[in-house]
């Protein structure tokens, strides 16, 4: 698990897996010296599958190969803090945003372009190369191929459509295909101002804006215009910045058996991943097309690519921003450091 500095107390205090499986955060921390919260969740999580003995795909990405995800979603910045904190593929769908925030992840627009990796992930069944790097042969890219570009792929088609010079600012951008086709706030514009275009060049950005129209398809551009004008739209700020929630009256009675540092507030929910009128991946064929809601527009899926059938893109479509979105009614079930 890569913990193996805690070995030697962990043998003077562990006389069995049963003290493993009852003991607490505190207990973990006092006996073995589990400081780093991410550790203690590691180590929390991996007790919990044993117990349940059902292995999640996810389990098999080791740290290693997270941060090779982080260069190929466009955040290498963040690796030493990752490898750090031996966050692999079964910690990522259990990251909060406290976790991320201990990871010196700051930026909301970061928080978002993990949201919305792991979502990818997701869809993929956790296949450790759903992710595509390079350009293949398509001529005319579909929302459900852009969706599993690469940050690194992003800039490969900026450079096709004669934007060359600004494809070295996507680095460390976040910026990825998922990041892209997902968040309904990210547009043209918000390209514009990563890639540093002046918004004197005008014709540049209408240049950029009808090549963007065309990547992300008429219904996810509608989709986007649609979320721009709702009432209490706030565009997406590149700079903008999360702070962890202020303590409030109401929580002062568990700050005994909880600590603020402990949220389960997921950065990707487990229940928003496939919604409840969809069929999970193994069951749906690539021509499917599923209808959502009246918000969520109906699109026809394609091959994953670990070559198994994935749903449509469009059931992701709608990311709520980390900072407005309500629990999720799984909350209760939800796997963290928890003194409760």
């Known amino acids: 698990m890569g913990l193996g500095q805690y070995g030697v107390l962990s043998?003077?205090?562990?006389h069995s897996g049963q003290t493993l499986v009852l003991a607490t955060p505190q207990e973990l921390e006092k006996e073995m010296g589990l400081k780093n919260p991410l550790h203690r969740k590691k180590l929390q999580l991996a007790v919990k599958m044993l117990c349940s003995k059902q292995v999640e795909k996810s389990a098999e990405l080791d740290h290693i190969w997270v941060t090779r995800w982080l260069d190929d979603i466009g955040l290498p910045q963040y690796k030493d803090q990752f490898n750090d904190g031996r966050v692999d593929g079964h910690m990522l769908q259990y990251?909060?945003?406290?976790?991320?925030?201990?990871?010196?992840?700051?930026?909301?627009?970061?928080?978002?372009?993990?949201?919305?990796?792991?979502?990818?992930?997701?869809?993929?069944?956790?296949?450790?190369?759903?992710?595509?790097?390079?350009?293949s042969n398509e001529n005319q890219p579909t929302p459900s191929e852009v969706v599993q570009w690469s940050n690194h792929r992003v800039m490969e088609w900026l450079r096709s459509v004669d934007l060359a010079e600004y494809a070295p600012n996507l680095r460390g951008s976040g910026v990825h295909g998922g990041l892209i086709i997902l968040e309904p706030r990210f547009t043209s514009d918000t390209l514009a101002l990563l890639l540093n275009i002046p918004p004197q060049k005008t014709l540049l950005r209408r240049h950029l804006a009808s090549n963007f129209g065309s990547l992300v398809g008429g219904q996810a551009e509608r989709e986007k215009r649609e979320y721009m004008g709702a009432a209490g739209y706030t565009p997406l700020s590149t700079t903008a910045k999360i702070r962890p929630?202020?303590?409030?009256?109401?929580?002062?009675?568990?700050l005994r058996r909880r600590r603020p540092g402990d949220s389960t507030d997921y950065i990707c929910p487990l229940d928003s991943s496939l919604p409840a009128s969809m069929p999970p991946a193994s069951s749906m064929a690539p021509s499917v097309t599923s209808s959502i809601s009246s918000s969520v527009s109906s699109a026809v899926s394609q091959p994953a690519a670990n070559g198994a059938p994935g749903p449509s893109y469009a059931a992701f479509r709608g990311l709520s921003p980390i900072l407005d979105r309500e629990p999720g009614p799984h909350a209760a079930q939800q796997v963290g450091p928890d003194d409760s």
């Open 11 to 14: 043998r003077n205090w562990l």
């Open 95 to 135: 990251l909060t945003v406290n976790d991320l925030l201990f990871l010196k992840v700051n930026s909301q627009l970061h928080h978002l372009s993990i949201k919305c990796a792991i979502h990818v992930l997701r869809v993929n069944q956790f296949h450790p190369n759903c992710l595509k790097r390079r350009p």
């Open 245 to 254: 929630k202020k303590l409030v009256f109401s929580n002062l009675t568990h």
